[in-house]
T-cell receptor, first 113, second 112 residues
């Protein structure tokens, strides 16, 4: 069964204090790994898609990387507006759920001034 | 704004009742997904439609059903509601099945 585990569950950073969020996955053939940001009471906002090990993508202070077993979301010099829950999801190549995304439970990030 | 529209934003109803949630996908997107998000379970996949046809099912209860209409909007029907059905229900759309999905703002369902 496909599994996605995110750590830590919660992270508190000072503004400017860089860190990384982890997403470990077990999937029967990875089609894609997705990162989303979710603010309280809102829908998830798409950030990145990674397709193969070694791939990296960047957007402003965020950088996502992918290995065969995990993905990292690196946050460089975060600002308070980066506070949100970050969700990781995998799309399996062979799944009874078709192309649906299988989400982890997320990492709740709080960046304080 | 993702371009995915969900109505209503909030819904309060009693146990045993039936409700319908509506989703309008982004212009041109053929694939629609429904997800349920509760505090303890996270985002759970319910069902996917592609161009009007059911494509995949997740852990969707038999009391729940969905459809996608010729204009590509979708509806999720929840019947015989229980307290445990209280959650955020999200719709997402994508151009095809194997690309990133864009989420609406959700419908918060409260069953009392």
């Amino acid at each position: 069964e496909d599994q996605v585990t995110q750590s830590p569950e919660a992270l508190r950073l000072q503004e400017g204090e860089s860190s990384s969020l982890n997403c470990s996955y077990t999937v029967s053939g990875l089609r894609g790994l997705f990162w989303y940001r979710q603010d309280p009471g809102k829908g998830p906002e798409f950030l990145f898609t990674l397709y193969s090990a070694g791939e990296e993508k960047e957007k402003e202070r965020l950088k996502a990387t992918l290995t065969k077993k995990e993905s990292f979301l690196h946050i460089t010099a975060p600002k308070p507006e980066d506070s949100a829950t970050y969700l990781c999801a995998v799309q399996a190549a062979n799944s009874n759920s078709g192309y649906a995304l299988n989400f982890g439970k997320g990492t709740s990030l709080l960046v304080t001034p | 704004d993702s371009g995915v529209t969900q109505t209503p934003k909030h819904l309060i109803t009693a146990t045993g009742q039936r409700v319908t949630l509506r989703c309008s996908p982004r212009s041109g997107d053929l694939s629609v997904y429904w997800y349920q998000q509760s505090l303890d379970q996270g985002l759970q996949f319910l069902i996917q439609y592609y161009n009007g046809e059911e494509r995949a099912k997740g852990n969707i209860l038999e009391r729940f059903s969905a459809q996608q209409f010729p204009d590509l909007h979708s509806e999720l029907n929840l019947s015989s509601l229980e307290l445990g059905d209280s959650a955020l229900y999200f719709c997402a759309s994508s151009p095809s099945s194997n690309t990133e999905a864009f989420f609406g703002q959700g419908t918060r369902l409260t069953v009392v």
